[in-house]
């Protein structure tokens, strides 16, 4: 079965980094859409970046320019290196899988999640 696992997460200062992984099994990763989401207290979980096939992810406003996502086919591996981290970036961050003609609704796959906190 689909099976996603993330690693990564823990506390650190503003301004501090991370570097976010999930280590995927059980499906071909190689020709799956990856993204990460996050959720933090009392709000929606929300799609922060995505990553094709082939070239270079897209980001969310609050994370561009700060968070690169990033995928190892050979590893079967999603990767989210998150710079100049802010308060506001604290919540549980989620690795997710689709197939690319598939919608996260009918056909996502999340893992279990890793918690990042940032203090000011």
């Known amino acids: 079965q689909v099976t996603l696992v993330e690693s990564g997460g823990g506390s650190v200062q503003a301004g501090g980094s991370l570097r976010l992984s999930c280590a995927t099994s059980g499906f071909t990763f190689s020709v799956w859409c990856m993204a990460w989401f996050r959720q933090a207290p009392g709000k929606e979980r929300e799609e922060i970046a995505s990553?094709?096939?082939?070239?270079?992810?897209t980001y969310v406003d609050d994370v561009k320019g700060r968070f690169t996502i990033s995928r190892d086919n050979r590893k079967n591996t999603l990767y989210l290196q998150m710079n100049s981290l802010k308060p506001e970036d604290t919540a549980m961050y989620f690795c997710?899988?689709?197939?690319?003609?598939?919608?996260?609704?009918?056909?996502?796959?999340w893992g279990q999640g890793t918690q990042v906190t940032v203090s000011s």
């Open positions: 997710a899988a689709r197939p690319c003609l598939r919608s996260w609704t009918d056909s996502g796959y």
């Open positions: 990553v094709p096939l082939r070239g270079s992810g």
